[in-house]
């Protein structure tokens, strides 16, 4: 099975920065998307952000001031570079890469864990 590697989690205090990393295998096919999303204890996973093969950005209105999500497209990874955090983003963030045409997939990391403190 194949699974991402995430990568700069930690702990940081409320109003700093941290940049998340996520490789997948270079061998997947093109036209994914792919997505960082986060998971608090007790709470469902939740969608953050995501890049299209095509360049198209989309993260969600609680972080869309704060973060920025990029990806390089021949490697295959993915990053999150996240600003003025609040101890509401405490999860484990998760990367997902996913094609939805022929030959479908969808796969996911183990999880990198941000932690702020108040």
């Known amino acids: 099975q194949v699974q991402l590697v995430e990568s700069g989690g930690g702990l940081v205090q409320a109003g700093g920065s941290l940049t998340l990393s996520c490789a997948a295998p270079g061998s997947l096919l093109g036209a994914s998307t792919m997505a960082w999303y986060r998971q608090a204890p007790g709470k469902q996973r939740e969608l953050i952000g995501s890049?299209?093969?095509?360049?198209?950005?989309y993260l969600v209105d609680a972080v869309e001031d704060r973060f920025t999500i990029s990806r390089n497209n021949a490697k295959n990874t993915l990053s999150l570079q996240m600003n003025s955090l609040k101890p509401d983003d405490t999860a484990v963030y998760y990367c997902n890469i996913r094609r939805a045409v022929t030959p479908v997939y969808n796969y996911w990391g183990q999880g990198t864990q941000v932690t702020v403190s108040s």
């Open positions: 890049v299209t093969s095509g360049g198209i950005t």
